[in-house]
């Protein structure tokens, strides 16, 4: 069984910057892309950045330039850097992961952007 553990999330002001860590644990075999999700109340989950297993990343327009998703493989994790943070990413964020032929997802965590 595998489960992705999400740290990081909190209330930060404007401008601010967050690190949110996904741990995977339990039996993996191989795991081949690692992505974070972010949902808005009321909508459905969107793609905010991703990093596939060779070693690219890409993003949505609207965190280019302000977040950084990397990868620590000898960890199985995934973090996403988010810096210069807005109201407008107030969101719960969630870890995704393509383990074996699985895709599994974390809890989520909160973020909120906020004076």
């Known amino acids: 069984q595998v489960q992705l553990v999400e740290s990081g999330g909190g209330l930060v002001q404007p401008g601010g910057s967050l690190r949110l860590s996904c741990a995977a644990s339990?039996?993996?075999?191989?795991?081949?892309?690692m992505a974070w999700y972010r949902r808005f109340p009321g909508k459905q989950r969107e793609l905010v950045a991703a990093a596939p297993s060779d070693g690219s990343t890409s993003y949505a327009d609207s965190v280019k330039g302000r977040f950084t998703i990397s990868r620590d493989n000898a960890k199985n994790t995934v973090y996403l850097q988010m810096n210069m943070l807005k109201p407008e990413d107030t969101a719960v964020y969630y870890c995704?992961?393509?383990?074996?032929?699985?895709?599994?997802w974390g809890q989520g965590t909160q973020v909120t952007v906020s004076s």
């Open positions: 995704n992961s393509l383990i074996g032929t699985t895709y599994y």
């Open positions: 339990g039996t993996i075999s191989r795991i081949y892309a």
